[in-house]
């Protein structure tokens, strides 16, 4: 997974400008979230949490770690709930973003894909 993301990291790092240089996005998911970093601020800026109480907390503790201040999270049911709250606890702004609005990645569609398409994007 992490060399995926590293191969679309590098072929799309100078297609599209990042917006807000701490921003941070989740593709939601029922199983598990991936999560999206700016490229400069980590080895692997793209991680994978599931969605366990204490797994979102490590979410969230990374975030923090990584300084960022924004997140987007696309998400097409209510998984999106317990992780919103949580981030919102800890004083992130976040944004849930409808995964229609969202849908156009370039290239093949993938939760690595979508999540670092998203955090480009983030106001």
């Known amino acids: 997974?992490?060399?995926?993301?590293?191969?679309?990291?590098?072929?799309?790092?100078?297609?599209l400008q990042v917006v807000h240089p701490h921003a941070a996005a989740i593709d939601v998911g029922s199983c598990f979230h991936v999560v999206a970093i700016p490229l400069d601020q980590d080895a692997l800026p793209v991680r994978t949490f599931n969605t366990f109480t204490g797994d979102l907390c490590l979410l969230a503790d990374w975030l923090?770690?990584?300084?960022?201040?924004?997140?987007?999270?696309?998400?097409?049911?209510?998984?999106?709930?317990?992780?919103y709250e949580l981030l919102e606890e800890r004083g992130f702004d976040v944004i849930l973003v409808n995964a229609r609005d969202a849908k156009n990645v370039p290239g093949r569609k993938t939760d690595i894909n979508d999540a670092q398409w998203l955090q480009r994007l983030v106001p």
């Open 1 to 15: 997974m992490t060399r995926m993301a590293s191969r679309l990291s590098r072929s799309n790092k100078d297609a």
């Open 64 to 83: 923090g770690e990584k300084q960022v201040t924004i997140v987007a999270m696309e998400s097409t049911g209510v998984y999106w709930i317990p992780v």
